[in-house]
T-cell receptor, first 118, second 113 residues
Framework: GAVVSQHPSWVICKSGTSVKIECRSLDFQATTMFWYRQFPKQSLMLMATSNEGSKATYEQGVEKDKFLINHASLTLSTLTVTSAHPEDSSFYIC??????????????FGPGTRLTVL | AQSVSQHNHHVILSEAASLELGCNYSYGGTVNLFWYVQYPGQHLQLLLKYFSGDPLVKGIKGFEAEFIKSKFSFNLRKPSVQWSDTAEYFCAVHGRSQGNLIFGKGTKLSVKP
């Protein structure tokens, strides 16, 4: 149980284009979804937190107009990297907490999406 | 500010050796503590967690961790590692009053067969 998927697993795009990454909770309803970014040999850095039906809360230093987050349902959140540039190349990971007693404080992680911007 | 430090960047052990990975955090309030594991080519998986109660927590695959409040530590242990334990291990802390999950930089464990 508590499986989170991401799509695509790897995407290569040209500079200036936009890329959408999907995060789905497959077997549970997610009260909250999180988006992280991981640089090589570094830890995960939280980008934003989103609750279904409301605006995402972005961490300091994360441009909300560049990293658009939509959390349209209890099982789907999307991250759109707008006008991507090579410095946006990274590994993006989502996680979700379940609206199940005993699991609301535990994040379950997706497999990540590797974005390469040429 | 809340932070998590993992003392070892890379640990190399032989099979059957005992393992202890250090994790210390800084946070003034009550915390939830987690260890996640990332096997090669796979995503982060929850190994164990501590919210309250017995400070010695048992997780999957024979791992355990002990929360020592006075030392702000949550070290991960396993008495006898296997080659299949080769992975990267992340300690994470969630300050209950502020909601973010903060990760350590990870410890890569390599187990030699």
């Amino acid at each position: 149980g508590a499986v989170v998927s991401q799509h695509p697993s790897w995407v290569i795009c040209k500079s200036g284009t936009s890329v959408k990454i999907e995060c789905r909770s497959l077997d549970f309803q997610a009260t909250t979804m999180f988006w992280y970014r991981q640089f090589p040999k570094q830890s995960l850095m939280l980008m934003a937190t989103s609750n279904e039906g409301s605006k995402a809360t972005y961490e300091q230093g994360v441009e909300k107009d560049k990293f658009l987050i939509n959390h349209a349902s209890l099982t789907l959140s999307t991250l759109t990297v707008t006008s991507a540039h090579p410095e946006d190349s990274s590994f993006y990971i989502c996680s979700a907490t379940a609206s199940i007693a005993g699991h609301t404080d535990t994040q379950y992680f997706g497999p990540g999406t590797r974005l390469t911007v040429l | 500010a809340q932070s998590v430090s993992q003392h070892n960047h890379h640990v190399i052990l032989s099979e059957a050796a005992s393992l202890e990975l250090g994790c210390n955090y800084s946070y003034g309030g009550t915390v939830n503590l987690f260890w996640y594991v990332q096997y090669p080519g796979q995503h982060l998986q929850l190994l164990l967690k501590y919210f309250s109660g017995d400070p010695l927590v048992k997780g999957i695959k024979g791992f355990e961790a002990e929360f020592i409040k006075s030392k702000f530590s949550f070290n991960l242990r396993k008495p006898s590692v296997q080659w299949s334990d080769t992975a990267e291990y992340f300690c994470a802390v969630h300050g209950r009053s502020q909601g973010n999950l903060i990760f350590g930089k990870g410890t890569k464990l390599s187990v030699k067969p």
